[in-house]
């Protein structure tokens, strides 16, 4: 089952970045992902098929706001 996600998801990542976190936000939906890493501010693009092998979980807008 492939994960829901949209704009603005915050999403966990398997494995951390150089600056030691692994939350980013999705700031592109298409055919590739754009993520911004919450720490250090990097965005790196990857094609949706890499983007569900790497994706940890997903944090939807709806359940950070309750």
């Known amino acids: 089952m492939k ?3 949209k704009l ?7 494995k ?8 980013w936000v999705i700031t592109r939906v298409g055919a590739d992902i ?5 720490n250090c501010g990097h965005e790196i693009m990857m094609d949706r098929l890499e983007f569900y ?7 939807n807008n709806e359940e950070k706001n309750n």
Do not use: G, R, S, W
């Not at 951390?16 to 939350?23: E, I, K, M, S, Y």
């Not at 092998?53 to 944090?59: A, C, D, G, R, Y």
């Open 8 to 14: 603005n998801d915050e999403v966990i990542m398997k």
């Open 34 to 38: 754009k993520l911004k890493c919450k």
């Open 53 to 59: 092998k790497k994706i940890k979980k997903v944090i």
């Open 3 to 5: 994960p829901e996600f």
């Open 16 to 23: 951390p970045h150089a600056c030691q976190t692994n939350l």
